[in-house]
């Protein structure tokens, strides 16, 4: 079982911008996440495994997140050239997934038992198998925050970091609980 101060060295070795630990048992798994998830802003909902209601409902993953002890958030900023740099929002997305990975992969690769929660919907396929065949990458395939029922201000708040970093920035935001 790594240390806090490993959990923040390996993300920081993944590249992330701000890290900060949480327990999860403060975790709120709440239903109005998910209507907001139901409501279509981002088109994934029903059509994704890792999406609601594919990712599974509120009690289970509240009863996962129990058995973990430990928690830590992972954040990524980009900084933007005006409010409608599109370029950046979505390159400081793909970065951000791309050290989230690296960092569930050192947790997998140290045998450390993990449920990871990802910024935004899955992006790996272009088109999921949902509902009709099995996802084609069960271990690279992690469901969002949003869609595990978390309001992500509040979890950032938990681990001590902020979820705004001023203008002209964005910021994604994952998690992992683990052992």
Request: hydrophobic content about 35%; some cysteine; proline content about 7%.
């Amino acid at each position: 079982m790594p240390t806090d101060a490993e959990s923040l060295a390996a993300a920081q070795a993944s590249g992330f911008d701000h890290a900060g630990m949480l327990t999860p048992d403060t975790l709120s798994f709440l239903p109005e996440v998910r209507e907001m998830c139901a409501s279509g802003r981002c088109g994934k909902y029903g059509k994704c495994w890792t999406c609601p209601p594919g990712c599974g409902t509120l009690e289970t993953l509240r009863e996962q997140a129990a058995t973990y002890p430990r928690g830590i958030l992972l954040q990524s900023t980009g900084i933007l050239e005006d409010d409608f740099d599109v370029e950046t929002m979505l390159e400081t997305e793909r970065v951000h997934k791309e050290r989230f990975q690296h960092f569930v992969s050192w947790l997998r690769a140290n045998t450390i038992r993990s449920m990871p929660m990802s910024a935004g919907a899955c992006t790996i396929c272009e088109t999921c198998t949902y509902p009709d065949a099995p996802c084609r990458f069960p271990e690279r395939a992690i469901p969002s925050m949003e869609s595990c029922g978390l309001l992500v201000s509040d979890v950032c708040t938990m681990a001590g970091l902020p979820y705004y970093y001023g203008p002209q920035t964005i910021t994604y935001s994952s998690c992992a609980l683990f052992d």
